[in-house]
């Protein structure tokens, strides 16, 4: 057997034996955090006597009466672009052709890296498409490994299924670079004064630079080679998983005719038209006037929303489909308002300062490298693109200033480790999991080779391109 599919076999053995359930990791990140922020916080001078005491209330009331709420709006734009963009994967035309990747895939290994790219292309686009189509692929990936009398270990594809988790925040719908091109966003991450010195960051400086085109594209281009270098030979697992029984869809019942004149109105094309020809009107008027460089994560929901309506066409089946991916939101929903309250804790007790302080004192040569290594130690703690921008773009904007390095540059250092290690944690991942019936731990030991690698590749482009200028 390859040496690199060894390694497959004793990394996903050794992880799976330690790592604990998303829901487990976000109570037990809360507390550590709590009693982190309450030792070790820089927290106001209060006599001796009742230190302690007000440092538990202070460290309480940051993290639950205000922190777990402190990201209701985002998180519902998260939710919006998960509904959306599972809605859109569930579109006929876009599953008929996941379907047809599935089958046109002749070993494990070729379908292991059909998975890993298509994720990866996909979260370029938009992460929620990337998780879902990638999911949906693994499912009927799974099934045609069983069709076949394949010896594929299941979750390996469900891994490939999560690699393109470590490219969206250099793709489309990257929160960090589309938060950074209004001036009203940077206000609100960094202060009126730090945001008229660094202005507004366009995606000529981010997305679309040399650097992230260089990281993207070779991320792209790692993933599926290195997916199925792990896959062992047909035959080869000394434990292949197959898929489980209890995914095989049943068929979707027969729609049956319309019962009466409000019901035929109900499932008319004509309101499907009514909604999304002024929705595409708004998204084309937006853009023309902000200009594609300015894109948000809101026009990114909003083309979204408008692609899922025209592709499902009716609007029972468009709903059908949103509520299909409402069953996925649920660790969102619940785990969202604890990493808010995590984030809340941190910044209100200086240790996100503290952490994030090393990187202004790293120098021009190594500020974009460090910025990317505590990114992503904090990005386990605070599994936001969002709220990892509102913690670090403070700091690594003044340090940027202060060092001379580019913005963009630092900025997407930070945004490359916020993506880095979501390879270990488990949040944005729930999504996935519910789709193809897996476990965190059965997908990890695959993740993190991914994690190291691509790891490896995005350290090379933020010294090369910034040596470069």
């Not at 009927?140 to 925040?169: D, F, N, T």
């Not at 008319?268 to 708004?282: D, G, I, K």
């Not at 999991?433 to 897996?438: D, N, Q, S």
Request: hydrophobic letters at 55%; a neutral charge.
């Amino acid at each position: 057997m390859p040496l690199l599919a060894r390694l497959g076999l004793a990394s996903r053995r050794g992880f799976g034996r330690v790592t604990p359930d998303p829901f487990v990791l976000a109570v037990a990140l809360s507390l550590l955090a709590l009693l982190t922020a309450i030792l070790a916080g820089d927290w106001p001078a209060t006599p001796g006597a009742d230190r302690l005491a007000l440092r538990i209330s202070a460290g309480l009331e940051a993290w639950g009466t205000t922190g777990l709420w402190k990201l209701l709006s985002f998180a519902m734009q998260m939710v919006m672009m998960l509904v959306l963009g599972s809605a859109l994967a569930e579109a006929p035309v876009v599953r008929a052709g996941i379907t047809k990747l599935a089958r046109f895939a002749s070993t494990p290994r070729v379908l292991v890296a059909i998975t890993a790219c298509v994720s990866i292309a996909l979260g370029l686009l938009s992460w929620s498409l990337s998780l879902i189509g990638g999911a949906i692929l693994a499912r009927e990936g799974g099934r045609q490994a069983k069709l076949r009398g394949w010896q594929l270990h299941y979750p390996i594809l469900c891994a490939a299924a999560y690699s393109g988790l470590m490219v969206w925040h250099g793709g489309l719908s990257g929160t960090a670079p589309l938060k950074a091109t209004t001036q009203k966003d940077m206000v609100e991450v960094l202060g009126e004064q730090l945001a008229a010195k660094v202005g507004t960051i366009s995606l000529e400086h981010t997305l679309l630079s040399p650097l992230n085109l260089f990281v993207s594209v070779g991320l792209l281009l790692l993933g599926p080679l290195l997916f199925a270098a792990l896959t062992p030979p047909d035959g080869e697992d000394p434990a292949p998983q197959p898929q489980s029984d209890d995914l095989a869809e049943a068929p979707l019942p027969a729609d049956p005719p319309p019962a009466d004149t409000l019901e035929r109105i109900e499932r008319s094309p004509v309101v499907v038209w009514a909604l999304a020809f002024p929705l595409l009107a708004a998204l084309v008027a937006g853009v023309a006037r902000k200009g594609v460089s300015s894109i948000d994560l809101d026009t990114v929901n909003l083309a979204l929303w408008v692609l899922a309506l025209l592709l499902h066409g009716r609007p029972h089946l468009f709903l059908a489909a949103c509520a299909k991916g409402l069953r996925s939101c649920t660790g969102i929903v619940l785990q969202f308002p604890l990493y808010a309250g995590i984030m809340a804790v941190m910044a209100a007790s200086g240790l996100s300062a503290q952490l994030t302080k090393l990187v202004s004192s790293a120098g021009p040569t190594l500020l974009a490298p460090v910025t990317f290594l505590s990114a992503g130690l904090l990005n386990l703690m605070v599994p936001s693109g969002g709220g990892q921008w509102a913690v670090q773009g403070p700091i690594i904007m003044q340090a940027a200033l202060e060092t001379g390095v580019d913005a963009g540059h630092v900025l997407m250092a930070m945004a490359y480790g916020d993506q880095w290690t979501n390879m270990l944690q488990p949040f944005w991942a729930l999504p996935l999991l519910a789709v193809t019936g897996v476990r965190a731990r059965d997908i990890v030991g695959y993740t993190a080779l991914w994690m190291i690698a691509g790891g490896v590749l995005m350290v090379l482009g933020l010294v090369l391109f910034t040596a470069l200028g």
